[in-house]
Structure formats: C-alpha cells, structure tokens
C-alpha cells in the first residue's frame, strides 16, 4: 500500500512574503523625521547638577550655549529646559533670570503651569 502525502502547505506564498518583508524593510530605510526637540547638552547637564560636578554658575553657562545653539538650528528646548535653567538661576540668586525662565517653560509647556506658578510664587519669598 503506497501512501501519498496529500497535505497542502497552509500559508502565505513565498513571493508574497519576500515582497512584504521588503517592503517593511524599505520603510524601515526610508529618511527618519525631525525630532520634536533639540536635547543637546541638557541631558548631561541635569546628570552634572545631580551628582555636583559643575558649579550653577558653569551650568548656566552651558545651557545658555546649548539654548542659542538650539535655537539657531531652528528647533526647541525639551520639557524641563527652561525651569531647570530658572532653577539654576534661582540658586546663584538671580530672581529676574530666574523668572523669565520659569514664564518661557510655563508659556512653552501650558501643562507645567501649576508647577510653574508654584515655583514662581516661592520664588518671590
């Protein structure tokens, strides 16, 4: 008795899945989009404050830098730029610098404006 192996391949056809792997793959290539915001030296300059290893003053100056150069490039600060630089400000004991960066992150950022207006109000004291 001879048997025959009658069971079809269930599936999708090979070429069908070479042509969509490919074009997975293709989009995967394709140009990646702009990010929403421009980090540059914020990221390492939170991590410096935290572990003490800039004065406020050397900090300021950075994210200064890293301010112009963002904007320049044409792009924004991220979340959390302008009231760490107002913070910043606050511990050297400029109250006006400190202010306007607190307004920039609250004006940029409406969701911070609690926050923000916490901060402003215990700026003042």
Known sequence: MKTTNTRRRAG???GVA????GALLAGCATRSQPT???WDAYQPQVYAYLKGQASPEEQ???LEQALQQIRAKGNRPPP?????LGA??????KGQQAQQELLAEKEAFPE????????LKNLSK
């Open 18 to 21: 070479l042509a969509v792997a």
């Open 12 to 14: 999708v056809p090979l």
């Open 36 to 38: 929403l915001y421009q």
């Open 80 to 84: 959390g730029f302008h009231a760490h």
């Open 112 to 119: 911070s404006s609690a926050y923000m207006d916490f901060l």
């Open 60 to 62: 300021i100056g950075a």
């Open 88 to 93: 910043l400000y606050a511990s050297v004991g």
